[in-house]
């Protein structure tokens, strides 16, 4: 059995999978991500779920830069400040192997096991939520690094003048397609308050014209996002997860229309498809059982 996290700033999420990749009882589980002390927490839920399965391997899937020996580098929104080789600790303490990844990595690898995917396959998956994160697997490899800082999709800079991000770089992808960026969009132009992209999503089934402009910008924005990508490294597909992928058919034919205006592929082959993820909400978790496995 594998034991799978995935450790957001609010909230873990985990679950206990079997060799094919299912899950085992009732699970997934979820509870609050704790402000402080994360490892005396993941330690004694480890621990307590062992007692009931034999667990192989854990597999932990983070919001945070980490580099391929499982160190945690840099995480905005959880209690760590300083980087810790929390894979190594884990490991040590639990007496089986603890492989650590970030979500956008396992993400990727997850969609890597899709039926359909060939083995060698290069393709993109973006993660569109409150921020803007993603993965990259190339000739059937995850591309990482010794410090964890490598596919940082949404910090992609299209506009040097552009809105400032979390990051301190100003016209990231990310501040411009964030959840908070589009919300505050609709806001702006609109005479209601909204607090989430799926507000606005419901509202594109009334044909809201605020809900439609929002989600044709944020098509337009990504597809300009996925073309620099496209340039770089010719994947042949970009897969789109996240609450932000919910604003329907306009997000989705604005993305396919600005990638294939904008991508140099066009010119002598094919532009990259873009299609949106299934059970995107487990996909981390998927990702990590992958990773353990």
């Not at 206990?16 to 002390?37: A, C, D, I, K």
């Not at 969009?185 to 609109?190: D, L, T």
Request: with cysteine; hydrophobic share 40%; glycine share 12%.
């Amino acid at each position: 059995m594998i034991m799978a996290m995935d450790i957001g700033g609010t909230k873990i999420k985990y679950g206990v999978l079997n060799p094919s990749g299912q899950f085992v009882s009732s699970f997934p589980r979820m509870f609050s991500t704790p402000e402080t002390n994360l490892v005396p927490e993941l330690n004694s839920l480890i621990l307590e779920i062992q007692k009931d399965f034999p667990l192989k391997a854990v597999g932990i899937s983070i919001a945070a830069n980490v580099g391929r020996d499982g160190t945690v580098f840099h995480a905005t929104n959880l209690p760590i400040s300083t980087p810790i080789e929390l894979g190594r600790i884990l490991t040590e303490n639990l007496g089986i192997p603890v492989k650590i990844e970030n979500d956008g990595n396992c993400a990727a690898l997850a969609v890597s096991k899709s039926p359909g995917i060939p083995e060698n396959d290069t393709f993109v998956v973006l993660t569109l939520g409150t921020g803007v994160g993603g993965g990259i697997i190339y000739n059937g490899e995850l591309m990482d690094s010794d410090t964890g800082a490598v596919a940082e999709l949404g910090h992609i800079s299209l506009d040097p003048e552009g809105p400032l991000c979390g990051c301190g770089k100003q016209g990231c992808l990310e501040a411009f397609i964030g959840e908070s960026a589009l919300v505050e969009r609709y806001n702006r132009k609109a005479s209601r308050q909204l607090h989430s992209t799926l507000e606005i999503s419901r509202l594109l089934e009334t044909e809201d014209e605020g809900a439609l402009d929002v989600a044709r910008f944020a098509g337009e924005t990504l597809g300009r996002g996925m073309a620099i990508i496209s340039d770089i490294i010719a994947p042949r597909s970009f897969y789109v997860a996240g609450g932000v992928a919910g604003l329907g058919v306009p997000f989705l034919t604005a993305t396919r229309e600005s990638l294939s205006r904008q991508c140099f592929l066009r010119l002598f082959t094919r532009t990259p498809s873009v299609e949106l993820v299934k059970d995107a909400h487990l996909l981390s978790l998927k990702g990590a059982w992958v990773l353990a496995s």
